[in-house]
């Protein structure tokens, strides 16, 4: 079983959708958790850090439940802007383990 | 500000030649240095990562191997490359562990 599983998608979603991504962690002592987001072919940058009690920036808003191991990121009102790769991204003593990634594409 | 570096951005070689890859990190003293690569289609894989000059971390075994001689000097190494080591490379800074990961702009290799 990988550290870290998210859907690789894609998801093909309009302007203004809303959409929402899921990421499980296997290991129960993960300390902390992040979102990232990674344009084709370039490097990734983080996007946000996920706290216990869920935490909003702007549009994106992440999740976080420990018991069930479980992330996830709600981004509201689609931009074609977001049209990316995010990566969800757990701490397991002090390293930084990747998901493979889940890819969004917002169509006009 | 903090900025890092990475080269070269692309490379295609020979299946069997050594390899260089080269970062290096401006505007902080002491971080913590990674190696990800990043295959087609998959996600980031830790390579390497170092939290001082000299001590390196291997996280997978391969034929690759890491060296800090620098405090701000991350260098990865192949003495003979497979085609299995195509990718995107990717090296990375931290003030701290766990902490944001600053990446440089990546390394694409090519193995022929």
């Known amino acids: 079983r990988k550290e870290v599983e998210q859907d690789p998608g894609p998801f093909n979603v309009p302007e203004g959708a809303t959409v929402a991504f899921n990421c499980t962690y296997s290991?129960?002592?993960?300390?902390?958790f992040f979102w990232y987001r990674q344009d084709c072919r370039k490097e990734p940058k983080l996007l946000m850090s996920?706290?216990?009690s869920g935490n909003e920036d702007g549009r994106f808003t992440a999740q976080l439940n420990r018991a069930s191991q479980y992330i996830s990121l709600l981004i509201r009102d689609s931009k074609l802007s977001d049209s990316a790769t995010y990566l969800c991204?757990?701490?397991?003593?002090?390293?930084?383990?990747f998901g493979q990634g889940t890819t969004l594409q917002v169509k006009p | 500000s903090q900025t890092i570096h990475q080269w070269p951005a692309t490379l295609v070689q020979p299946v069997g030649s050594p390899l260089s890859l080269e970062c290096t990190v401006e505007g902080t003293s002491n971080p913590n240095l990674y190696w990800y690569r990043q295959a087609a289609g998959r996600g980031l894989q830790l390579l390497f990562y170092s939290v001082g000059i000299g001590q390196i971390s291997s996280e997978v075994p391969q034929n690759l191997s890491a060296s800090r001689p620098q405090d701000r000097q991350f260098i990865l190494s192949s003495k003979k490359l497979l085609l299995s080591d195509s990718g995107f490379y990717l090296c990375a800074w931290s003030a701290h562990s766990p902490g944001e990961l600053f990446f440089g702009e990546g390394s694409r290799l090519t193995v022929l």
């Open positions: 996920v706290y216990s």
């Open positions: 290991n129960s002592a993960s300390q902390s």
């Open positions: 991204v757990v701490s397991n003593t002090g390293k930084l383990i």
